[in-house]
């Protein structure tokens, strides 16, 4: 059974930093796009970042230059280091691996960034 299970979101001040963390398990994803989506309550889930098998990357413009998806296919894990924080990062963040037709959310972790 394919788990995806988040970690790291929580409290910050806005210009601080936060880590996240998706610790995957069932399968193997060294092949998957792994990424980060987020969503504000009464907005869609958007994508964040997103890192492919062979370290390519893509980021929402809102968060170029702050953010940075990193992954470990030895390990099975996804990160996205979160920097200068803004009170609009608030939201409820959720870990996603895709390959082809499947596609795997995590649980989701709420950060909150105050001004």
């Known amino acids: 059974q394919v788990q995806l299970v988040e970690s790291g979101g929580g409290l910050a001040q806005a210009g601080e930093s936060l880590r996240l963390s998706c610790a995957t398990s069932?399968?193997?994803?060294?092949?998957?796009?792994m990424g980060w989506f987020y969503q504000a309550p009464g907005n869609e889930r958007d994508l964040v970042a997103q890192?492919?098998?062979?370290?390519?990357?893509d980021y929402a413009d809102s968060v170029k230059g702050r953010f940075t998806i990193s992954r470990d296919n030895s390990k099975n894990t996804v990160d996205l280091q979160m920097n200068s924080l803004k009170p609009e990062d608030t939201a409820v963040y959720y870990c996603?691996?895709?390959?082809?037709?499947?596609?795997?959310w995590g649980q989701g972790t709420q950060v909150t960034v105050s001004s």
């Open positions: 069932g399968r193997t994803f060294s092949s998957y796009v």
């Open positions: 890192i492919r098998s062979g370290g390519n990357t």
């Open positions: 996603n691996v895709r390959f082809l037709s499947r596609n795997y």
